[in-house]
């Protein structure tokens, strides 16, 4: 059960600020009275722990019974006692500002990741859609590059096969060529050959015709030789 409220956070705030001479001014009057209730360690209710010393609201504080008569002997105290709670209070407030602080800068970091964040998707968005603009064209380029490559392709190959042809005629004329020359060659090998050859039975003939004919004379010198002497005789 929650505790009734009692009094308005400006009137605390009016009544016990008196009670802490040097405390800053400028503290609103809820900030002043957490800090001031967190200093004398009474305990604030939660979702977890309705029933508590205290409960605080946007312009009122709760309190529960006993609370507040405790809340006012501690603040009638002696002089040290002041003193200390106001220490706490400076404490309470320098670590509510620590906390805050820290929370900004995280609060600023992430908020500077999350743009930062939204700047590369955006900036991927973009190219995404810059790639989807680009895309047709790419396949467009993609299809003529491939037909440029066949194309290259089948020149080559048909240059290559040109190429061949050509190198198979000339070497079937340089064949033809050669077996030309070596045909030459051979006839004129056989017709010197048999030039020798007839030269060299001519030049036999000629000295069997000599030889024949230096026969023949001796025979017949001989023959009109006996024919003498027999005339002689």
Do not use: N
């Not at 620590?98 to 973009?126: F, G, K, N």
């Not at 030459?184 to 000599?210: I, K, N």
């Not at 024949?212 to 002689?232: N, P």
């Amino acid at each position: 059960r929650r505790p009734p409220p009692l009094c308005k956070l400006g009137a605390r705030g009016s009544r016990y600020r008196p009670l802490l001479p040097g405390f800053s001014p400028t503290l609103s009057s809820r900030d002043f009275v957490a800090a001031l209730l967190a200093a004398l360690r009474l305990e604030p209710a939660t979702a977890a722990k309705p029933v508590a010393d205290f409960a605080l609201g946007v312009r009122r504080v709760f309190f529960s019974a006993g609370a507040m008569a405790t809340l006012d002997e501690l603040m009638h105290g002696s002089q040290a006692d002041v003193a200390a709670i106001l220490d706490r209070v400076r404490a309470y407030v320098a670590r509510r500002r620590w906390v805050r602080a820290t929370a900004a800068v995280s609060a600023s970091l992430w908020l500077q990741r999350r743009i930062v964040a939204r700047r590369r998707l955006a900036a991927l968005a973009l190219r995404s859609r810059a790639l989807a603009l680009s895309l047709p064209a790419a396949r467009r380029w993609a299809g003529g590059a491939r037909r440029r490559l066949l194309e290259h392709a089948s020149a080559s190959t048909l240059a290559a096969a040109e190429r061949g042809r050509v190198e198979r005629a000339r070497l079937r004329a340089a064949r033809a060529a050669a077996v030309a020359v070596q045909a030459r060659a051979r006839g004129r090998l056989a017709r010197c050959r048999l030039l020798r050859e007839s030269s060299e039975q001519s030049a036999a003939a000629s000295r069997l015709v000599r030889s024949a004919r230096s026969f023949l004379a001796v025979r017949r010198a001989a023959r009109e030789a006996r024919r003498i002497r027999s005339v002689v005789v």
